[in-house]
């Protein structure tokens, strides 16, 4: 029913910068928070943040608080992730997460991207 398209992981030094793109698609798409979560290695998938389907509420966790911020065009149903500040703990594949507000709690997301991998070196 939605689609999800995660594009924008590559390699970057420590201290860059990257934003990723998640695409969607779907007949109630525009109806559903969407967020990011990302899982490294032997690691849990960790959420990292929500906004809500007009665009509003949006939040991150408070490790990447100041570093990461969560931006939606609802026009176009494409989901943002800007990350400045890079560090090699970040290095994760990245996906991209459709559900009910808010998100991170309850049944938790819907539907998931594919994942983009994000790789920061030292």
């Known amino acids: 029913q939605v689609q999800l398209e995660e594009s924008g992981g590559g390699l970057v030094q420590t201290g860059g910068s990257l934003r990723l793109s998640c695409a969607a698609s779907?007949?109630?798409?525009?109806?559903?928070?969407m967020g990011w979560y990302r899982q490294a290695p032997g690691k849990d998938r960790e959420f990292l943040g929500v906004?809500?389907?007009?665009?509003?509420?949006?939040h991150v966790v408070d490790s990447v608080k100041g570093r990461f911020t969560i931006d939606r065009d609802t026009a176009k149903n494409i989901l943002y992730l800007q990350m400045n500040d890079l560090k090699p703990e970040d290095t994760a594949v990245y996906y991209c997460?459709?559900?009910?507000?808010?998100?991170?709690?309850?049944?938790?997301?819907?539907?998931w991207g594919q994942g983009t991998q994000v790789t920061v070196s030292a």
């Open positions: 997460a459709a559900g009910p507000w808010p998100l991170r709690t309850g049944w938790g997301p819907e539907y």
């Open positions: 779907g007949r109630f798409v525009g109806t559903y928070a």
């Open positions: 906004v809500g389907w007009r665009g509003s509420n949006s």
